[in-house]
């Protein structure tokens, strides 16, 4: 199994930052991309940034300019710096890897993790 852990969360003023964490663990045999994804109340959940295993990155419209994700391969983990942070930005943010498994390596799926909740007050 392939486990995706989420932390950096929290509550934070508008204009702030936050830096979310997403440790990837267990049977994992290739990871193409991991990403962030958020959803707030009342809205679909919408991509936010994603990063390649070539490290080509998408962000959405509405962070760029203000997040950035990165990687640390050796550590399996993806990040995503949060700055000038804007109300709006409240949501649960959903860290996903899209991977296969040592015991299934020609199964690509999406993971994902618990997600983190981020909160920005006016």
């Known amino acids: 199994q392939v486990q995706l852990v989420e932390s950096g969360g929290g509550l934070v003023q508008a204009g702030g930052s936050l830096r979310l964490s997403c440790a990837a663990s267990?049977?994992?045999?290739?990871?193409?991309?991991m990403g962030w994804y958020r959803q707030a109340p009342g809205k679909e959940r919408e991509l936010v940034a994603t990063i390649t295993r070539s490290g080509s990155t998408n962000y959405a419209d509405s962070v760029k300019g203000r997040f950035t994700i990165s990687r640390d391969y050796a550590k399996i983990t993806v990040y995503l710096q949060m700055n000038s942070l804007k109300p709006e930005d409240t949501a649960v943010y959903y860290c996903?890897?899209?991977?296969?498994?040592?015991?299934?390596?020609?199964?690509?799926?999406?993971?994902w993790g618990q997600g983190t909740q981020v909160t920005v007050s006016s």
């Open positions: 267990g049977s994992i045999f290739s990871i193409n991309a």
């Open positions: 996903n890897a899209y991977a296969t498994e040592y015991r299934e390596i020609d199964y690509w799926r999406d993971y």
